[in-house]
């Protein structure tokens, strides 16, 4: 949440009024809280499987470069090739993204916002249960 305070302080500086004012602006918190709770479990296995702190962010941010790399995070989809483009559309960063931009903007529909919780939902329930029977099992 810092880091997402900062950024907006950032833009708004530089210029940046989302269209959705302050409601799209808690939306889109909100959001970032779900998604940045599903993803946490990732860590947190990770956290339990493997002894060293660098190697669970290592391993972490191997799983997420790839993914957000391969986004429309920073470049638009149009102008990739079909083949990345299939990758990218699917993508639950780019999805994620898609549903930030809208909820900010005032343009999100519920099916985009319903695709970006897909992921972080699942994740959240494959490895809670995964953490506690690992945690546990200690």
């Not at 269209?19 to 909100?30: H, K, R, S």
């Amino acid at each position: 949440m810092i880091a997402a305070s900062i950024i907006l302080t950032i833009g708004l500086i530089l210029g940046y009024r989302p269209e959705a004012g302050i409601p799209g602006v808690l939306a889109a918190f909100a959001m970032l809280i779900a998604i940045g709770f599903g993803m946490g479990w990732v860590f947190i296995v990770l956290g339990l499987l493997i002894r060293t702190p660098t190697t669970v962010m290592t391993l972490g941010f191997t799983f997420l470069f790839p993914l957000v790399f391969a986004s429309n995070i920073m470049v638009d989809p149009g102008t990739m090739p079909d083949w990345l483009r299939a990758f990218v559309e699917v993508n639950p960063v780019s999805l994620m993204t898609t549903a930030l931009r809208g909820l900010m903007g005032g343009g999100a529909t519920l099916s985009q916002v319903v695709l970006a919780l897909i992921a972080p939902v699942a994740l959240t329930a494959i490895l809670a249960p995964t953490t506690l029977w690992l945690y546990l099992r200690r």
